[in-house]
């Protein structure tokens, strides 16, 4: 599931890149509609056999393969909303010394990604759709005496894991047996946490204990 994760990050990035040189139906899309909603779970987990979950305290944000701990006004409106639709999917919230069956991780991905074009290649796109015919001077090819452009694309995604305690001694490890990934403009916003987990919930019902 990481791979998923890292694989449309850099998908969603690629489509940055010529930003306003051609007719980009992306472009209108409001924030609610840029988002998009991913769940995968281990599908051999009967998810009715878990009872009680634990949540982290704060969130782990990972930044281009360094991760640290924060806590801030939107890190705590997505840890309460995974506390509400957890309670609502039927698991009761417990203390994590209290030998939680599932525990639930909470994760901010940022990826910073910085590259280099050919003008080239830029420019043979532009003509695609400014052509010297608009300019009056049919026949005629853009030229750019310089070779390269440096560009640089950001991007962001909220994860939510829900973990395999119960059966980690017998395991041998923490297995991940289900993960929700939020991507999309403004998902770092306290005001739209609560429906964007609620998005994650709602295709995921197999969540539900009874």
Known sequence: MKKTILFLLGLAGSSIIYPGCSKQPLDNLTNDESRIYITDHDSTVNFSNYKTYSISDSVAVIDNGNSTRELNDVDQAY?????????????????????????????????????????????????????????????????????????????????VDILDLKNASSNDKINVIWTGLIRGSGIFDSTVADSQVKALFNQSSYLKTN
Request: without cysteine; aromatic residues 22%; charged residues 15%.
């Open 79 to 159: 840890i309460g909303a995974v506390k509400k639709y957890m309670n609502q999917m039927g698991y009761i919230l417990t203390d994590k010394n209290n030998n939680p069956d599932v525990g639930v991780d909470v994760s901010r991905i940022i990826s910073t990604t910085t590259g280099v074009i050919s003008n080239g290649d830029y420019w043979d796109y532009y003509n695609g759709y400014w052509d010297p015919y608009y300019w009056g001077y049919p026949g005629y090819d853009y030229y750019v005496p310089y070779a390269y452009s440096v560009y640089q694309i950001k991007e962001g995604a909220i994860s």
